[in-house]
């Protein structure tokens, strides 16, 4: 398996702009969690999915952050209108609940509001 | 909710010798406690976690002990190598929700 895949990598974008980030998690999973990665906050929950349902979206910042996952294979975290303060790297994980509760991270997305 | 402290936040050690990150958390529910390497560029990776109804477990020179009734918990890693360098973050969550909190990490360096 390619692991969880994330794209882009890099994202470069003018304040007020929107912002789409893309993940695929692993085959199979059933969990998809959204991370987010600052010098100042270190990592935080943002929302996660259990079979493509939202389950907790509280740590999702503010309204101009929305997230969906429209299949099992796919999910996007979208920023609109982008801050600069919004400049941080993003994950995704996946997990398979019986397989205990080990999340697999995928490499990031590098974010960068000017 | 849950709230995980992890220290030091940056730590320095000679290769060979040993090195411990220490983290404590809040919520008694909570009883699934992994530890995740971060090296630079990449996204966090498990490399061991140990449940509530264990005290230590080790794989190789890696190990983790839990405290149950002071809520700490900490990794320790023997002989260390200058591969080992990275961030390390310690979590904490209540098994069936998944929801998992990190501690803020702990950047280790091992000097060669």
């Known amino acids: 398996d390619a692991g969880v895949i994330q794209s882009p990598r890099h994202e470069v974008t003018e304040m007020g702009q929107e912002v789409t980030l893309r993940c695929k998690p692993i085959?199979?999973?059933?969990?998809l969690f959204w991370y987010r990665q600052t010098m100042m906050r270190g990592l935080e929950l943002l929302i996660y999915?259990?079979?493509?349902?939202?389950?907790?979206d509280s740590g999702m910042p503010e309204d101009r952050f929305s997230a969906k996952m429209p299949n099992a294979s796919f999910s996007t975290l979208k920023i609109q209108p982008s801050e600069p303060r919004d400049s941080a790297v993003y994950f995704c994980?996946?997990?398979?609940?019986?397989?205990?509760?080990?999340?697999?991270f995928g490499p990031g997305t590098r974010l960068t509001v000017l | 909710g849950e709230n995980v402290e992890q220290h030091p936040s940056t730590l320095s050690v000679q290769e060979g010798d040993s090195a411990v990150i220490k983290c404590t958390y809040s919520?008694?529910?909570?009883?699934?406690f992994p530890w995740y390497k971060q090296e630079l560029g990449k996204g966090p990776q498990l490399i061991i976690d140990?449940?509530?109804?264990?005290g230590e477990k080790k794989d190789q020179r890696i190990a983790v002990t839990l405290n149950k009734t002071a809520k700490h918990f900490s990794l320790h890693i023997t002989e260390t190598q200058p591969e080992d360098s990275a961030v390390y973050f310690c979590?904490?969550?209540?098994?069936?929700?998944?929801?998992?909190?990190f501690g803020a990490g702990t950047r280790l360096t091992v000097k060669p």
């Open positions: 994980a996946s997990s398979f609940i019986q397989s205990g509760n080990e999340q697999f």
């Open positions: 085959s199979g999973h059933d969990y």
């Open positions: 999915f259990n079979n493509n349902v939202p389950i907790d």
């Open positions: 919520d008694s529910a909570s009883n699934y």
């Open positions: 140990i449940r509530s109804n264990v």
């Open positions: 979590a904490a969550s209540i098994g069936h929700n998944n929801d998992m909190r």
